[in-house]
């Protein structure tokens, strides 16, 4: 009986393997597919070159950004300024209607 | 001359790994391959129980062997591959090995065996794992 159920056990046991096999297989044809090969698995092993590289990968992620923000608030800047010259543009032609209807009211008046 | 205070990686550090490792795994293939020398394995096995005996041992000794290649060759991937396997057959082995003997020193040196080859899967999968995260922040 012992026999038996440690044979049935092994044979379990077999089977697990082979589906985590499997799957380990399946993992790793993904990632030879996105460019994860030998080469990549090297460098991430011993931890201060994988370290490295995420920190320069986060410095030039970094520097983009910045760039990036300069760049938005220079357009910011220049729309606030043709916003404010569109302003003062209303505010000048509103006068400038004013005046205008002033002086049609006085000739309207003497005529 | 490094002006480092301590040495982070000892002269030789990265073959000295793989070799004994691959030593390791050689050792395991050829302990494998010694349990099919009992009397009449291979000529004639008595029962389906016996040739599943040997079968399993066969199997353990090339997967090993394939490990030890694979270790060789910095292969890591197809190591990844192979333990699960190996980590199974090891398994089973012991399982075998218990139900019909007890708790003999074999069955010790096959645990001993197995908790070594699944320390060095985890490591391989942590690595895999980290290996993507690097890949994900190069790429932003």
Not at chain 2, 16 to 23: E, K, N, P, Q, S
Not at chain 2, 57 to 78: D, T
Request: aromatic residues 6%; charged residues 25%; proline residues 2%.
């Amino acid at each position: 009986m012992e026999q038996w159920l440690a044979t049935a056990g092994s044979i379990m046991a077999l089977v697990v393997a082979a589906v985590t096999a499997y799957s380990q297989w399946a993992k790793v044809r993904v990632d030879r597919r996105h460019g994860i090969g030998e080469h990549e698995m090297s460098m991430s092993r011993f931890g201060l070159e994988s370290l490295q590289a995420s920190l320069a990968a986060k410095d030039a992620l970094i520097s983009q950004y910045r760039e990036r923000i300069d760049e938005l608030d220079e357009e910011l800047d220049a729309i606030r300024a043709e916003r404010n010259h569109l302003l003062e543009e209303v505010e000048r032609l509103k006068d400038l209607v004013l005046s205008m209807q002033k002086r049609l009211d006085d000739l309207e008046r003497k005529a | 001359m490094r002006n480092d205070a301590y040495i982070t990686e000892p002269p030789l550090a990265k073959f000295i790994d793989r070799g004994g490792r691959a030593l390791a795994y050689l050792a395991l293939s050829s302990f494998s391959f010694l349990q099919t020398h009992r009397p009449g394995s291979f000529i004639s096995p008595h029962s389906l129980w016996d040739r599943y005996t040997v079968a399993l041992a066969i199997a353990g000794s090339a997967i090993a062997l394939v490990a030890a290649v694979a270790c060789v060759f910095k292969r890591s991937q197809i190591e990844l591959i192979t333990l699960p396997l190996l980590i199974g057959v090891l398994a089973a082995d012991a399982l075998l090995a218990g139900g019909a003997l007890g708790l003999r020193p074999h069955v010790f040196l096959v645990l001993a065996s197995m908790l070594f080859v699944t320390a060095r899967y985890n490591v391989l999968r942590l690595t895999q794992a980290r290996a993507r995260l690097v890949k994900t922040i190069k790429e932003g």
